[in-house]
C-alpha cells in the first residue's frame, strides 16, 4: 500500500486529489506544513506526496514552487480538482450565531463575497480546511464555523449552513503528485514543468521565450520568483506543453544552453479527457 503524504487532514482537498492520482490503495500521512509534506518523502515516511500547486483564483502556490526547487522532488502526474467550499458548524450553531470562521487562508481568499455581505464574521487562519471542521468538532478550536469540503464536513459529521460559498463556482486546483529525487533522463511526455534561471541582462528572457516558441511548445503556466541571496534576481517556474515529445526534448536540450541554469521536475502526458489527470511516462 503506497503512503502517500498530504498537507492536512482525512477528507481535505488534497485527499480528493490522492484518491484521482492513485488507483491502487494508499496510506495517507497527514502533515501540519507543506515543508513538512516534502520531507516526508525525503525522510521515506512516504513514498509519494501530493500537493496543490495552483488555485484558479488564488493564483500559483508560491511556497510548493519553491519547496520544489529547494528538495529536487519529481512530478510523477498531475491532476485538478473541482473546489466546492461550504460553511458548517457544530449541530445545534445557526448561522446568525457565527461570528468568527476558520479555514486555510488559500480557502479563504476564495470566499471573499461571504466576508464582504457579512461584516460581522471574523476570518480565521487554520492550518488546512479539513483539520479546521476537525478541530471545531472535537471541541479544540475557539472559532463557531469552518470553511471547507462536503466530503470533510460530512466525515466529521458537522452541519452544513451554506454550501457553494467560493466566489466563482469554475474553481479549481491544480495538484501534483511527487516521488523522491530521481536522476532519469528526459524521455518520454508532451507537458513537462521545469524552473529556469537566466542572466540579468537585457533580452535574456526574450532569448528563453524565442527558443521555447521556435519548437512549437506552448508555455501554459510562468511564475518568477525572487533568489534568496541575490537581490532583483529570478527564477522563472514554467509549464510547457509541446506538440509531441521530440519537440520538447529539443526544446529542453537548447534551453540548457541559453540559461544559466534549469531544472527539469518531471515530464509527463497531456490530459486525459475530463480526468485532468497525467502520468509520468519515465516511471
Not at 477528507?11 to 488507483?23: D, I, R
Not at 475557539?142 to 463556482?169: C, F, N, R, W
Given at each position: 500500500m503506497t503512503r502517500v503524504a498530504i498537507q492536512g487532514e482525512a477528507g481535505s482537498f488534497s485527499h480528493a486529489a490522492v484518491e484521482k492520482l492513485l488507483s491502487r490503495e494508499f496510506d495517507l500521512v497527514p502533515c501540519q506544513t507543506f515543508t513538512?509534506?516534502?520531507?516526508?518523502?525525503?525522510?521515506?515516511?512516504?513514498?509519494?506526496?501530493?500537493?496543490?500547486v495552483e488555485n484558479a483564483l488564488a493564483g500559483p502556490v508560491v511556497e510548493n514552487l519553491?519547496?520544489?526547487?529547494?528538495?529536487?522532488?519529481?512530478?510523477?502526474?498531475?491532476?485538478?480538482?473541482?473546489?466546492?467550499?461550504?460553511?458548517s458548524a457544530r449541530p445545534g450553531v445557526a448561522f446568525e450565531e457565527v461570528r468568527s470562521v476558520a479555514s486555510h487562508p488559500v480557502a479563504l481568499k476564495q470566499c471573499n463575497s461571504l466576508f464582504e455581505e457579512n461584516p460581522s464574521l471574523e476570518s480565521i487562519v487554520a492550518y488546512d480546511?479539513?483539520?479546521?471542521?476537525?478541530?471545531?468538532?472535537?471541541?479544540?478550536a475557539t472559532y463557531d464555523a469552518a470553511i471547507a469540503s462536503p466530503l470533510a464536513t460530512q466525515m466529521y459529521g458537522a452541519k452544513v449552513l451554506l454550501t457553494d460559498v467560493?466566489?466563482?463556482?469554475?474553481?479549481?486546483?491544480?495538484?501534483?503528485?511527487?516521488?523522491?529525487?530521481?536522476?532519469?533522463?528526459?524521455?518520454?511526455?508532451?507537458r513537462a514543468a521545469a524552473?529556469?534561471?537566466?542572466?540579468?541582462?537585457?533580452?535574456?528572457?526574450?532569448?528563453?521565450?524565442?527558443?521555447?516558441g521556435n519548437h512549437g511548445v506552448d508555455i501554459?503556466?510562468?511564475v518568477a520568483r525572487p533568489i534568496k541571496g541575490a537581490p532583483w534576481q529570478y527564477r522563472f517556474y514554467m509549464e510547457l506543453k509541446a506538440p509531441d515529445v521530440y519537440a520538447l526534448r529539443d526544446c529542453l536540450a537548447e534551453l540548457e544552453k541559453v540559461t544559466g541554469?534549469?531544472?527539469?521536475?518531471?515530464?509527463?502526458?497531456?490530459?486525459?479527457?475530463?480526468?485532468?489527470?497525467?502520468?509520468d511516462l519515465l516511471s
Amino acid at each position: 500500500m503506497t503512503r502517500v503524504a498530504i498537507q492536512g487532514e482525512a477528507g481535505s482537498f488534497s485527499h480528493a486529489a490522492v484518491e484521482k492520482l492513485l488507483s491502487r490503495e494508499f496510506d495517507l500521512v497527514p502533515c501540519q506544513t507543506f515543508t513538512q509534506t516534502f520531507e516526508a518523502v525525503l525522510s521515506g515516511a512516504a513514498e509519494r506526496a501530493v500537493l496543490p500547486v495552483e488555485n484558479a483564483l488564488a493564483g500559483p502556490v508560491v511556497e510548493n514552487l519553491d519547496l520544489l526547487w529547494s528538495t529536487g522532488l519529481r512530478i510523477m502526474g498531475e491532476t485538478q480538482v473541482r473546489v466546492h467550499l461550504c460553511l458548517s458548524a457544530r449541530p445545534g450553531v445557526a448561522f446568525e450565531e457565527v461570528r468568527s470562521v476558520a479555514s486555510h487562508p488559500v480557502a479563504l481568499k476564495q470566499c471573499n463575497s461571504l466576508f464582504e455581505e457579512n461584516p460581522s464574521l471574523e476570518s480565521i487562519v487554520a492550518y488546512d480546511t479539513a483539520g479546521g471542521v476537525k478541530d471545531m468538532m472535537l471541541g479544540t478550536a475557539t472559532y463557531d464555523a469552518a470553511i471547507a469540503s462536503p466530503l470533510a464536513t460530512q466525515m466529521y459529521g458537522a452541519k452544513v449552513l451554506l454550501t457553494d460559498v467560493e466566489d466563482d463556482h469554475q474553481n479549481y486546483t491544480r495538484f501534483f503528485e511527487l516521488g523522491a529525487p530521481d536522476t532519469t533522463n528526459v524521455t518520454g511526455g508532451v507537458r513537462a514543468a521545469a524552473a529556469v534561471v537566466i542572466q540579468n541582462k537585457p533580452n535574456s528572457l526574450h532569448g528563453v521565450l524565442r527558443v521555447i516558441g521556435n519548437h512549437g511548445v506552448d508555455i501554459t503556466q510562468i511564475v518568477a520568483r525572487p533568489i534568496k541571496g541575490a537581490p532583483w534576481q529570478y527564477r522563472f517556474y514554467m509549464e510547457l506543453k509541446a506538440p509531441d515529445v521530440y519537440a520538447l526534448r529539443d526544446c529542453l536540450a537548447e534551453l540548457e544552453k541559453v540559461t544559466g541554469e534549469i531544472r527539469i521536475f518531471g515530464t509527463y502526458s497531456d490530459y486525459d479527457g475530463d480526468a485532468f489527470i497525467t502520468k509520468d511516462l519515465l516511471s
